[in-house]
């Protein structure tokens, strides 16, 4: 993109441009497909560029000139094939594993309440499975989730009942004939698992927050004010989700104990 001789555009978040929000649905969709595909934030920022540079020399929406936006960032990536990022399923990665421990250690929490080993057998183990399946196969369910708010909310719906009967399954089957005493004590696994839910938490936060100057979806154009708000903000945002399981960890423990 031209600029003028001599001046160095400071990077600049793509959502900061009159010309995103003006078309915020369909640059959405572009940024997100691309995102999904592990694009780094800076080739993205590129050829959003491009496509500004473009609509504003010929004044044509981006509808209009590149068509349908999912399209057009499968065509330009298939074409360029820059370098990949893995941050996607690293989070689902961590994610997935935050709540399979929370299951385990709130159910532990349970058992050492209540005197009683923790114990599990087939089903439950299944459905342990299934929660992290699902999990993990977010990043590819989320295009046409986003696509459909309403599908997005039903599965979400859907995840949540699928985490909540495994959890109520497991505490529901411990001590059967046919479950399987887990020979460590329920206190040891309780506490261990808030740890590991602990430490996953921050490698999550340093995916999301650690390099994010690097990998923030800029624009190669000329800044527009109040360029850097957005990045100020991306170390306080992330920790809105970092937090939720630790924090639904200490509020099941804490309900359990109470009451257990």
Request: aromatic share 8%; glycine share 8%.
């Amino acid at each position: 993109m031209s600029e003028s001789p001599g001046v160095q555009a400071a990077p600049q978040e793509v959502w900061e441009r009159p010309f995103v929000r003006a078309h915020q649905a369909w640059c959405s969709a572009f940024v997100l497909e691309l995102r999904l595909r592990d694009v780094p934030g800076p080739v993205i920022g590129e050829r959003l560029g491009e496509v500004e540079g473009h609509c504003t020399e010929t004044g044509e929406p981006p509808s209009a000139a590149f068509g349908d936006p999912i399209d057009y960032a499968r065509e330009i990536d298939a074409e360029s094939s820059p370098e990949r990022v893995s941050g996607v399923w690293t989070i689902a990665a961590l994610g997935a594993g935050q709540v399979l421990a929370m299951l385990v250690g709130t159910d532990a929490i349970r058992n050492w309440v209540s005197g009683e080993p923790l114990t599990y057998n087939l089903v439950q183990l299944g459905c342990l499975a299934v929660v992290a399946a699902a999990l993990l196969c977010l990043p590819r369910v989320l295009r046409p989730l986003f696509a459909r708010p309403w599908v997005l909310g039903t599965a979400l719906f859907a995840l949540f009942a699928v985490v909540t009967a495994a959890g109520v399954g497991a505490a529901a089957a411990s001590g059967t004939s046919s479950a399987i005493v887990v020979p460590v004590p329920p206190a040891v696994i309780a506490i261990g698992l808030f740890v590991v839910v602990l430490a996953l938490s921050w490698l999550e936060y340093r995916e999301l927050t650690g390099d994010s100057a690097d990998d923030l979806v800029t624009s190669p154009l000329a800044p527009e004010p109040r360029a850097n708000t957005a990045a100020q903000r991306s170390g306080w945002s992330a920790l809105v989700p970092v937090l939720m399981i630790p924090t639904y960890y200490l509020a099941m423990g804490i309900v359990s104990w109470v009451f257990g």
